[in-house]
């Protein structure tokens, strides 16, 4: 089996989420080109319309129509969409009064907001858990966000950080955070890409300080990038099995899994860009494991250690600690899949160690619920000539609705 031909991955979830934020925040009609529609970001869509501001699909856009925030009608359903539920968190402070509650999905409702909520009593916002255990469902006063100086631990998640600074420039007096230990800091430098196409005006210092003015938003057209986090799928399939792919349209904004192109590298693969936006991944299908460390790109968590099944040798991935609080604990899910069809993994506080699959054996895998497992298994389970199985489910959906039939056009045969 080889792979060649051109693909063009999703549109990044992560920057349609900031920028509906940043639209509808702005001080007039703006465009978001090319959104992902999915399940996180039509979570996200529901929840910005149900406090006010209009978000319309025109063909491959969406139009934001801002005004004035109000607080909901109803309780806000995250659905399993934790930036999401973070988002709104503080955006539910900048409506006219009232009170906003947010809550979600089974697995989002075990998830952590406690040092974001804890930020913004800071800021001057009443923002509690409403069982008082620092998660959703979460009851935010609104009113406005007075501002002025926070600190904000951020080990746990860079969302906590990247939600303020979208909300901060709406404030009233402006924003200061001091942050201490922030894991996945590319999505913050993505926070900050899409805050500058906005207009908003800020100061930073690494990422342990970041002044935001007041001033809002100005109206703007911003152009949403494919998506590397869907790309790293079938890249990494490639990159096993053999082939040539072009990979289209990823652009040059800043995106935490394009460190997948060094992961595939660094395991025997090449990775050539061509022009804007676009790279062409070349393999011979003879891969070797490597030690990463995805403290800055955790979503790539479940691609690499299925990379590290379909590679010679061990491979080691450091720096996921964090991820026990995704759509699932990650790494625990992926040891007892991976020992689930014959392969050999560790896990420790903040590592795992995946071992070459030598006899894969007949199984069905269960995703968890979690899109990026089923995804990376997908791959497995393609590159090993579909020796095991997955479970039926659409968890895929949450990110990437189009993923089998992507696959299926790259010539896996799905069934």
């Not at 399993?80 to 968190?89: D, K, L, P, V």
């Not at 746990?156 to 955070?177: C, F, M």
């Not at 299925?306 to 991935?317: E, F, K, M, N, P």
Request: hydrophobic share 40%; proline share 6%.
């Amino acid at each position: 089996m080889r792979i060649t031909g051109d693909y063009v991955p999703p549109p990044s979830k992560s920057y349609t989420h900031r920028a509906l934020v940043a639209a509808a925040l702005a001080d007039g009609e703006s465009r978001v080109e090319n959104p992902l529609i999915s399940d996180d970001t039509l979570a996200t869509v529901n929840a910005i319309e149900s406090m006010g501001p209009r978000l319309l699909r025109d063909g491959d856009s969406i139009i934001a129509r801002p005004s004035a925030l109000s607080p909901p009608g109803d309780v806000v359903n995250c659905g399993e969409s934790g930036t999401t539920i973070r988002f709104m968190a503080s955006l539910a402070s900048l409506t006219s009064g009232g009170y906003t509650i947010l809550t979600g999905g089974p697995r989002l409702r075990e998830r952590p907001m406690g040092p974001l909520l804890d930020a913004l009593s800071q800021l001057g916002v009443r923002a509690e858990s409403a069982r008082g255990d620092g998660r959703p469902p979460l009851i935010v006063r609104g009113g406005g966000m007075p501002g002025g100086s926070a600190e904000i631990a951020a080990s746990e998640s860079s969302q906590y950080v990247s939600s303020i600074l979208l909300s901060a420039p709406r404030s009233r007096d402006g924003v200061e955070l001091r942050v201490s230990g922030m894991v996945s800091r590319t999505y913050v430098d993505a926070t900050l890409s899409v805050m500058e196409a906005f207009g908003a005006r800020y100061e930073r210092s690494g990422y342990e300080r970041f002044a935001v003015e007041p001033g809002g938003y100005r109206p703007t057209t911003f152009a949403v990038p494919g998506d590397y986090s869907s790309a790293a799928y079938p890249m990494a399939l490639v990159a096993a099995v053999g082939g040539s792919l072009a990979v289209r349209g990823l652009g040059d904004l800043p995106q935490a899994d394009a460190e997948i192109v060094r992961v595939l590298e660094s395991m025997g693969a090449s990775v050539r860009r061509i022009g804007h936006g676009d790279v062409v991944v070349e393999s011979r299908g003879s891969l070797r494991g490597g030690e990463f460390d995805l403290r800055d790109s955790p979503d790539l968590l479940p691609v690499v250690a299925v990379l590290g099944l379909l590679a010679s040798g061990r491979t080691v991935i450091r720096g996921i600690a964090h991820t026990r609080l995704k759509e699932s604990d990650r790494p625990a899910a992926l040891v007892e899949e991976i020992r689930r069809i014959g392969g050999s993994a560790a896990l420790g506080d903040d590592w795992l160690e995946v071992e070459e699959l030598r006899s894969p054996r007949d199984a069905v895998v269960d995703d968890h619920g979690d899109h990026r497992i089923f995804m990376a298994f997908a791959v497995a389970s393609a590159a090993l000539g579909g020796r095991f199985a997955l479970a039926r489910s659409r968890s895929y959906t949450k990110s990437y609705p189009g993923f089998i039939e992507d696959m299926m056009h790259l010539g896996l045969e799905i069934y």
